[in-house]
């Protein structure tokens, strides 16, 4: 379990960006978006991704028998996994000893301990925080999907759109996003390698905490015990 700890502090940089290779264009593409062309004889039909030394990661063979619209589906679903990942491993190590901040009640005159327990705080502190979070959740999921998804029903029973790129949502407010095909494809890399190693952390995090109810920090060494598990009263 201290291998997700120790790894999710290791930074992961893609310096061996795996470069999709030219070939023949899929003809039922009808946009060409951010500078992808899907190529149907390439893995994952050209999306980024890949990083050496692991490079075409499926073993399980998945992609094989996996069409365009299906495979871009794929795609959407873990990049916008691993963004909630890293928000979580984000919320989890700064509400924690020894940082412990906490947006919406302070930590100094409490003793709450490991992240997974906040929320029972924050229901008691501000209990429309969740109905808040919900609707914040869900106008985002609706601007998403009329985004990028197609139409329920559709004759051609699509899950995308044809110039939808998975993840894409338009989002740049500090203008980011590169111009250029190569750069557009390392960046992706390099959030769809950071997003992967979120969601094996943050589900190592869970567990651990869950197993010896201890802070991370803690579990590592790196901060002190303070946390004194309330006694149950009978």
């Known amino acids: 379990m201290k291998f997700y700890l120790t790894a999710l ?7 061996a960006f795996v470069q999709p290779k030219a070939s023949q264009q899929v003809t039922t593409l009808k946009a060409d978006l951010n500078g992808w062309v899907p190529q149907e004889s390439e893995f994952a039909f050209g999306l980024p991704g890949a990083l050496d030394p692991v490079g075409n990661f499926d073993p399980l063979g998945i ?13 959407e679903a873990e990049t916008a996994h691993g963004r909630v990942a890293m928000l979580a491993v984000i919320g989890f190590l ?22 997974i ?8 502190i501000a209990p ?3 109905e808040i979070l919900a609707l914040v959740i869900g ?3 609706v601007r998403r999907a009329l985004t990028g998804w197609a139409a329920p029903g559709n004759a051609e029973g699509q899950i995308l759109n044809d110039d939808y ?9 500090l203008s980011l996003k590169p111009d250029t095909w190569e750069e557009f494809a390392e960046m992706s890399t390099k959030e769809l390698q950071h997003g992967r190693l979120a969601m094996l952390g943050i589900a190592g995090i869970v567990a651990q905490e869950l197993v010896n109810g201890k802070e991370i920090f803690v579990t590592l060494g790196v901060a002190p015990d303070t946390f004194v598990p309330p006694v149950a009263v009978f």
């Not at 700064?94 to 992240?115: M, N, Q, R, V, W």
């Not at 790129?165 to 407010?173: A, I, K, M, N, R």
């Open 9 to 15: 502090l290791i930074p992961t940089t893609a310096t």
């Open 63 to 75: 992609s094989t028998d996996t069409g365009l619209d299906q495979m871009k589906a794929y795609r």
């Open 94 to 115: 700064i509400t924690e000893e020894p940082i412990a901040y906490h947006p919406l009640f302070s930590t100094a005159d409490k003793d709450i301990g490991p992240a």
């Open 117 to 124: 327990r906040h929320l029972d705080e924050v229901r008691v």
């Open 128 to 130: 429309f925080f969740f």
């Open 139 to 141: 106008g985002l999921e």
């Open 165 to 173: 790129y998975p993840g894409d949502v338009g989002f740049d407010p």
